[in-house]
């Protein structure tokens, strides 16, 4: 029986069994409720529509109704480190060991509010990624940070840093100029050992036989927090994450995966697996097309629970049929007294970032980290 064949078979007794915790440390439940957001729109954001589309998905509950009305936060850890278990079974193990991050600072510019600089560290040893480092002017020693994901365009991380394509996508500059620290890296299908695309995918296979393409994702994600942790002007306890499209699907399963995320913003991602091109080899491969797979994203999302966490959508990859996926979740918020830290906003504008969403995710992340 090979590995994925043995892992296909015991997921469902995986489920009953507890499992040894990840190398990432686990997400605990907060010691004092976190405060009500300083914002008008979040009933708005936690209440669906009276009628959802009729395509939107019925999702198995992460943890039954009844189970979970007798759960503590405790309880709720051990079933949350099964549902990491279950996942890193599927995706592959995040390494143990980090290696030397090896950064180096390639160029910098002086920008009006901010310096920006393009730099190179490694993800794993010998292999660099390339990102831009945007770091405000003004003269404070400890700045929030943000890992800032680029969107599918061949300018890559030109785009969050302000360098090419619409000024709506430049999401790190306007993170900088809000005060924030936001590193840009490039995802790996741009660039894996000098290679792109299918041949950067088939090169992860022979890196990494166990690893699926988003665990890739997610180790390349947790060495951009590392980078940032390595800077003396960050501050490690306020950091996030935000992305569009494939930044947004990039945002969610590294905030699932590294608990040093304090807030997430997922535009336009795609929550549900069947919302877009999940299969892909470079996210999760065609298993996940199989009637038999028993994983789902609600899964992913509640391992972010109880930090805060805002879906954007515009009738996209995201929109109304989004809904049941925060609507399976918010009961686990509500157990970690974290009610106020989940919600989602459709601007019904396309597969797009408009100004409405980028006020809505700014206020979002400056009232988490702030």
Known sequence: MSNRTALGAG???????????????EATPLEKPLPSPAFPWLAEAQTPPE????????????????????????????????????????LGDIPAKRPPLNSRVLDAEQAPSF????????????V?????????????RSFPAVVVFHSTVDYTIRQPAGLEGPADKHIGVHLAERGYVALCPQNYIWDYGGLKWMDAVAKVKRDHPDWKGMMKMIWDGIRAVDYLCSLDYVDKERIGCIGHSLGG??????????????????????IGLTFSNWEAEWYLGPDIRKPSFPLDNNQVLALIAPRPFLLLGGDSADGDKSWPYLLSVKPIYDLLEASDAIAFFNHKQGHAYPPEAQKRAYEWIDHWLK
């Open 249 to 270: 699907k990039e945002a969610l399963f590294l905030a699932a995966f590294d608990p040093r995320i304090k807030v997430t913003v997922s535009s336009e991602g795609g």
């Open 11 to 25: 997921l469902s007794v995986l489920v009953s069994l507890i499992v040894p915790k990840s190398v990432v440390p």
């Open 51 to 90: 009628h959802l589309p009729a395509g939107a998905p019925r999702l198995s509950p992460v943890v039954p109704p009844q189970t979970l009305a007798q759960m503590s936060p405790g309880d709720w850890n051990e079933h949350r480190r099964r549902i990491e278990r279950l996942w890193t079974e599927y």
């Open 115 to 126: 310096l920006r600089q393009r730099i190179t560290y490694e993800a794993e040893a010998g």
């Open 128 to 140: 660099p990624v390339e990102a831009y480092l945007l770091v405000p002017r003004e003269g404070k």
